[in-house]
């Protein structure tokens, strides 16, 4: 028997898995994309691991923190990297502006591949009428643990490592 285009019209989208059950005030995914846009993927990206637990999909916030901190040690890396190989020139602002809109639509492209499974279970979240979690304190918190790594990061690791004479 084959089915028609009308029965995939009327087919429901939501499966056994997709239950009501263990949200935990989770916040909006896309927000959290848009933090990502403003202050980069450790800040953003570290809340989108977190908020697979606080929407009820355990088991994905060890490997999305992980890779959410290997990519931004790549990018601090290859920063310092290319400033200390002179790809990077200091007198050079439209080499560095590209360079940073780069960095930026990379970690906006990662935290939106990171949303996007999160997505079904925040639009199921919406529909339960509980309240979503007050995102503000713990955006703070992750904007400063992320400025916290980066200049560990850039001060005292990169020069040890690229700039050794």
């Known amino acids: 028997m084959s089915r028609s285009f009308d029965d995939d019209l009327l087919a429901p989208e939501l499966t056994e898995a997709d239950d009501a059950v263990g949200f935990d005030q989770p916040w909006n995914p896309w927000s959290l994309v848009t933090l990502t846009f403003f202050f980069g993927l450790l800040a953003g990206g570290s809340l989108?691991?977190?908020?697979?637990?606080?929407?009820?999909?355990?088991?994905?916030?060890?490997?999305?923190?992980?890779?959410?901190?290997?990519?931004?040690?790549?990018i601090i890396a290859g920063?310092?990297?290319?400033?200390?190989?002179?790809?990077?020139?200091?007198?050079?602002?439209?080499?560095?502006?590209?360079?940073?809109?780069?960095?930026?639509?990379?970690?906006?492209?990662?935290?939106?591949?990171?949303?996007?499974?999160?997505?079904?279970r925040w639009r199921l979240f919406q529909v339960s009428g509980l309240p979503a979690g007050k995102l503000l304190w713990p955006a703070v918190a992750a904007c400063a643990v992320a400025?916290?790594?980066e200049l560990v990061?850039?001060?005292?690791?990169?020069?040890?490592?690229?700039?050794?004479?």
């Open 48 to 74: 989108l691991a977190l908020n697979f637990e606080r929407l009820g999909m355990p088991g994905r916030r060890v490997p999305v923190l992980g890779l959410v901190i290997g990519v931004t040690t790549l």
């Open 79 to 120: 920063t310092a990297w290319a400033a200390g190989s002179g790809g990077l020139a200091a007198g050079n602002p439209t080499q560095r502006q590209l360079w940073r809109w780069g960095v930026r639509a990379l970690s906006v492209l990662i935290a939106m591949a990171i949303a996007a499974p999160q997505q079904k």
């Open 147 to 149: 400025l916290a790594y």
């Open 153 to 165: 990061w850039a001060a005292v690791i990169s020069p040890l490592i690229f700039f050794r004479r």
